[in-house]
């Protein structure tokens, strides 16, 4: 089905006598249904975001795995980033819904335009958020393993009979990277996905207001 406000948009710019031209209200109104729309998705799947991640973790936070968690000297400061990271994420998702609420209640094209933009500065904070907490997280596990897990023991002491301790952990942070960089370049891409194609529409309709203004 063709989208409605791209035949507003074409109705807008005929010229031909045997077609009425739509007034500047009905296609403001257009545009402002649509980013409300495009808005409250983002709302919606941020909540399902945060319910299926929280779901995960706590299928995952097992006695077993809290002592693991001991074992490995992480056990607080894994409690406190999660703590912080479902602190930060409702924070968000609360931004998400005023950033609804004020679409929705916008009664003007440079309102609406400041509200646009509001939302994409929100949904990039959030992306780079979890993108670092994911980092933070990644990092303390890899130096619990290595360094108090019973395999992470066994690899160091194995891999010292070859080479100098400088040089092992130089290996370590290089292939840590790597591996990390990786998982990230996935996530975002994942987020690029779930967000960006939201974004890209409420850019679209940005665009238009600023052709309306003119």
């Known amino acids: 089905m063709v989208d409605e406000l791209e035949l507003l948009k074409k109705d807008w710019q005929k010229k031909g006598e045997h077609l009425p031209k739509l007034s500047y209200d009905e296609i403001y109104k257009m545009i402002w249904k649509k980013s409300s ?4 998705w983002i709302f919606y799947i941020s909540i399902i975001e945060f319910v299926f991640w929280a779901g995960i973790n706590i ?22 980033l999660n703590i912080v990271n479902y602190g ?45 907490i994911f980092t933070i997280t990644m990092l303390i596990s890899i130096y619990g393993v290595l ?9 160091i002491e194995s891999a010292l ?7 092992f952990w130089i290996m370590v942070s290089i292939i840590s990277m790597v591996f990390i960089a990786v998982l990230l370049l996935l996530i975002w891409l994942f987020y690029k996905l779930l967000y960006g194609i939201l974004l890209k529409k409420l850019k679209e309709n940005y665009n238009d207001l600023k052709k309306l203004e003119v």
């Open 37 to 40: 729309s495009i808005v409250k």
């Open 161 to 167: 009979q070859d080479v100098n301790e400088i040089t």
């Open 88 to 132: 930060v994420i409702l924070y968000f998702i609360f931004s998400f819904y005023k950033n609804y609420r004020k679409i929705s209640f916008t009664d003007s094209s440079k309102k609406l335009m400041g509200a646009i933009l509001k939302v994409k500065k929100t949904v990039t904070h959030y992306v780079w958020f979890n993108l670092i």
């Open 59 to 80: 299928v995952f936070s097992d006695p077993n795995s809290m002592q693991e968690l001991k074992a490995m000297h992480i056990y607080n400061v894994m409690m406190v």
């Open 147 to 155: 360094v108090y897990g019973p395999e992470g023991k066994k690899i």
